[in-house]
Antibody, heavy 126, light 106 residues
Framework: QVQLQESGPGLVKPSETLSLTCAVS?????????WGWVRQPPGKGLQWIGNIYHTGSAYYSPSLKSRVIISLDTSKNQFSLKFISVTAADTAVYYC???????????????????WGQGILVTVSS | DIQMTQFPSTLSASVGDRVTISCRAS??????LAWYQQKPGKAPKLLIY???SLEGGVPSRFSGSGSGTEFTLIITGLQPDDFGIYYCQQYGRFPRFGGGTNVEIK
């Protein structure tokens, strides 16, 4: 059974960097999947942040790209999210998830998210 | 950037009803569409992928259809456990979710 578990601080100050880790069990992050992050502001809908393929190639939401880095740590079977210069608008539940790859013509893309972590609430406040 | 519009935003139905949720893409996404169910305080759960393929372990009362820009999720015979918010998601180059449909049980 694949399981994902987010960890990190629940409170971050404005202008600082938000760092989260997703520990994966029951699968290897080196297997043929994408690993991604999705967030949900309180009471609102879901927003895709980005994905990283097992090769290390990362893809980001255009609206967040300038502030986000997703990376893999194969030695610990986990992947991470770094979000710089956060503001109150970045307050959300952050989910990590596994995404099945697919090919659209010749483009490799991340598909549906089939396994999710339980989510971690991160509040940006001084 | 492909926008996803879901409707209705809220619906109330009785146990046993047939429920239809619609999702529209701002441009064609072929059939690269998924549906999720989310319950309060929980992560979303994948129900349907590739517009009409049922995810393993999901009850057969859930079905999906559509291609291009118009998609539908149907629950045939609503059950008490089916309450929650349903999201469509296009998973093209830049994935995006619809705004959600809150399904309430009468």
């Amino acid at each position: 059974q694949v399981q994902l578990q987010e960890s990190g601080p629940g409170l971050v100050k404005p202008s600082e960097t938000l760092s989260l880790t997703c520990a994966v069990s029951g699968d290897s992050i080196s297997s043929d999947y994408f690993w991604g992050w999705v967030r949900q502001p309180p009471g609102k809908g879901l927003q895709w942040i980005g994905n990283i393929y097992h090769t290390g190639s990362a893809y980001y939401s255009p609206s967040l790209k300038s502030r986000v880095i997703i990376s893999l740590d194969t030695s610990k079977n986990q992947f991470s999210l770094k979000f710089i210069s956060v503001t109150a608008a970045d307050t959300a539940v952050y989910y990590c998830a596994r995404s099945r790859p697919y090919y659209d013509l010749n483009d490799l893309r991340g598909g549906p998210f089939d396994y999710w972590g339980q989510g971690i609430l991160v509040t940006v406040s001084s | 950037d492909i926008q996803m519009t879901q409707f209705p935003s809220t619906l109330s139905a009785s146990v046993g009803d047939r429920v239809t949720i619609s999702c529209r893409a701002s441009q064609s996404i072929s059939n690269w569409l998924a549906w999720y169910q989310q319950k309060p305080g929980k992560a979303p759960k994948l129900l349907i992928y590739r517009a009409s393929s049922l995810e393993g372990g999901v009850p057969s009362r859930f079905s999906g259809s559509g291609s291009g820009t118009e998609f539908t999720l149907i629950i045939t015979g609503l059950q008490p456990d089916d309450f929650g918010i349903y999201y469509c998601q296009q998973y093209g180059r830049f994935p995006r979710f619809g705004g959600g449909t809150n399904v309430e049980i009468k």
